[in-house]
């Protein structure tokens, strides 16, 4: 009986399952989504109480044994684990779990790692709320790095359009370009963030929702009008675009949301 069966793990084609969890392990999976799985899996154990405050975790070698992967995805899931405050590396004593004070019970990036085409709305509502802020500032703390910055995505937006091409780096480029003239730092770190975890189904949803020349004009006009807003210095114009924009991208792929 190899390791994996005494610890409970059954193999199945293309996945392991361990304790109930499905761990896929196909060549194609990337190593950060199965460090993820991993480190939900500790995280588990945590909060069922398996592992308490100021617990010692076995040693690397020991967990990536006992969760079947290689210790280079077992140190991605720990230090996911150690930049959430869960756990914490001491001198002397290893990897502690920390104190249920800085133990987060929630980890907004499991989000992300869940989110599918049936939960898009999710998807939509926070752009909306957070790009439409983004606008807003961006309006009114915008240099002129910033509007050559929009002007030449929107640029590149309207090539993408006559060559009859998606224009994902276009439309990534204008995000950020928009991100970046809000000048909150905050806010710039939480949308890089978001946009690089929806990146796939940012790209997915375009494929469905610009099917036509006639389609992607109408989109095309519509960041010309955030684009307006901004930089008119209109901050509830800018909002207003974005918001509006979004419904309308919703509304294409069809789904409803409400912000």
């Known amino acids: 009986m190899s390791q994996l069966e005494r610890e409970g793990y059954i193999m199945a084609g293309n996945s392991t399952e361990v304790q109930g969890v499905k761990l896929l392990t196909n060549n194609s999976l990337k190593s950060e989504r199965l460090s993820s799985q991993i480190s939900k899996m500790i995280l588990s154990e945590i909060q069922s109480g398996q592992l308490k405050p100021g617990d010692r975790l076995p040693t690397e070698i020991a967990l990536a044994e006992k969760y079947g992967v290689s210790r280079t995805i077992l140190r991605e899931a720990i230090a996911s684990l150690k930049n959430d405050a869960i756990l914490e590396s001491r001198q002397g004593r290893g990897l502690i779990v920390k104190n249920p004070g800085s133990r987060q ?5 499991d989000v ?6 049936d939960e898009v709305n999710y998807f939509y509502e926070m752009r909306a709320l957070l790009e439409s802020e983004a606008a807003g500032l961006a309006a009114l ?21 006559a060559s009859n091409s998606l224009g994902n780096e276009a439309h990534s480029r204008f995000n950020a370009a928009i991100a970046a003239a809000s000048h909150n730092p905050v806010l710039i770190q939480f949308l890089f963030f978001l946009q690089s975890k929806l990146h796939d189904l940012a790209k997915e949803l375009r494929i469905k929702t610009m099917t036509s020349p006639e389609r992607a004009l109408i989109v095309l006009a519509e960041h010309k ?11 509830v114009t800018a909002k207003i675009a974005v918001i509006d924009h979004l419904k309308n991208a919703a509304q294409r792929a069809g789904i409803e949301i409400y912000v």
């Open 141 to 161: 703390r915008k240099t002129s790095d910033d509007v050559n910055e929009i002007n030449e995505a929107l640029h590149e937006m309207e090539e993408a359009v």
């Open 105 to 109: 019970a929630f980890r907004f990036s």
């Open 225 to 235: 009008q955030v684009a307006e807003g901004i930089l008119s210095g209109d901050p």
């Open 112 to 117: 992300f790692e869940t989110i599918s085409m």
